[in-house]
C-alpha cells in the first residue's frame, strides 16, 4: 500500500545529521515509491514538511504542502532540491520540527529563496519562495545536509530546548 506510514526518527538519532545523498537514475523506483509514503506521513503527523533523512533514508529528497486545513491540499516532491540564491533580508518566524516533537522557537532566515529541483518524472524546475514556504523550504533542505532547525539558535537556547525534549520523550515513554 503506498500511503503507508513510516517511522519518524526523532532526536538524538545521529541519522539526523547526516548528509543526504543526490538521487541518481538508480534510485528513481524508490523515491517513487519513497514519495507518496513520506506523504502519508507528513499529512498523518500532522506536519508541513518531511525530509527522506526523518524516516530513515538517505536520499536527497523532501514533501512539503503549506495549504491550510481549509485549503485544497498542494503537494510537492523534490528531488535533489538546491537553493540557489536567498535574499539578504531576514524574516523570524516560528519553527517546529517532526523530529523535535512539541518543541518551537523563532528562528530567522532568509526572507526570499530560488531554488532548483527535479519532478519525480524527471522534469527540472525553478521557483522563488517566501512567506511559509520559503521557511519550509528551506527547513527541509537544512534537513538533506544534516541541520535542524535548532542549531540556527543561540546555544543556551538549543541546549534548553533539547533537554526539555529529552525530558518529554523519557517521561512519554514511562506513561506507555
Known amino acids: 500500500m503506498t500511503d503507508e506510514k513510516l517511522p519518524i526518527l526523532l532526536v538524538p538519532d545521529k541519522r539526523l545529521r547526516l548528509k543526504a545523498r543526490p538521487v541518481g ?13 513520506m506523504l ?6 500532522p506536519g ?9 533514508s538517505d536520499l536527497r529528497l523532501i514533501v512539503v504542502d ?10 510537492m516532491v523534490l528531488v535533489n532540491p538546491e537553493i540557489t540564491a ?10 517546529g520540527c ?20 527535479l519532478e519525480l518524472d ?21 534537513h538533506l545536509n544534516g541541520v ?9 537556547k538549543r541546549n534548553m530546548m533539547l533537554r526539555k525534549l529529552a525530558k518529554d520523550l523519557k517521561s512519554r515513554t514511562r506513561d506507555d
Open 86 to 95: 536567498a535574499s539578504t533580508q531576514t524574516d523570524i518566524r516560528e519553527e
Open 25 to 37: 537514475p538508480a534510485d528513481q523506483d524508490a523515491v517513487r515509491a519513497l514519495a507518496p509514503r
Open 48 to 56: 508541513i514538511g518531511l525530509a527522506a533523512p526523518q524516516i530513515g
Open 148 to 156: 535542524l532547525f535548532v542549531d540556527h539558535l543561540s546555544a543556551l
Open 66 to 75: 503549506v495549504a491550510g486545513k481549509e485549503e485544497t491540499p498542494a503537494p
Open 98 to 117: 517532526l523530529s523535535l516533537p512539541g518543541q518551537y522557537a523563532d528562528v530567522e532566515r532568509p526572507a526570499r529563496i530560488k531554488l532548483r529541483w
Open 122 to 142: 524527471g522534469t527540472k524546475r525553478e521557483m522563488e519562495a517566501d512567506g511559509l514556504l520559503g521557511v519550509c523550504l528551506q527547513h527541509e533542505i537544512d
Open 40 to 45: 502519508a506521513t507528513m499529512y498523518a503527523a
